[in-house]
């Protein structure tokens, strides 16, 4: 719903229908519309994390760490339907988040979970050019990744062409 129309386009009644329950059913468990969708947050949060996860095990057996570094900026990308779904998601919550707290506060929890796996990467890697900060450069990709993405969904680049950004942005990197 929130992916076709927006946020404000959602109501609990809508939901109660999709998920086949009443709406009082809705009502008892979120009381709001608002927490409903703090809630759906949380759990899409959680969702692309494990389907992310179950994508990258098997490269990360692969002892390829490039290779994996690649995949998590990839997965970033709208290269399914579900990805794209995700993150027109992502972006109408995130521009939510600037005027209310309690999405902010999904958005903000804890450390920056990606950005330290793709700097741990960039370490593990090594043969980092001299004068390359892992830290920042992890912060310059996964945030140029969201936007490039972002590109995609609207048309203005290419699949190939943000997976090439990509590329030269790693080799960039590294020596």
Known sequence: MAA?????AVSMREVAA???????????????KHRLLVEAL???HEENDRRARARMSG?????????????????????DGQRAMALRVFTAYFVRSLADPAMAEVFLHGEQAVESLVADLIRGIGAVRPGVDPAREADLLV????????????????MADVQATIDYHLDRVFS
């Open 4 to 8: 076709g129309r927006g946020l404000e």
């Open 18 to 32: 999709e998920a086949g329950v009443s709406l009082r059913v809705v009502q008892y468990y979120f009381g709001s």
């Open 42 to 44: 949380r759990m899409l």
């Open 59 to 79: 490269l990360h057996e692969a002892g390829d760490l490039r290779a994996v570094l690649r995949a998590v900026l990839i997965e970033f990308l709208p290269l």
């Open 143 to 158: 945030s140029g990744v969201t936007g490039l993405g972002m590109d995609v969904l609207h048309g203005r680049r290419t």
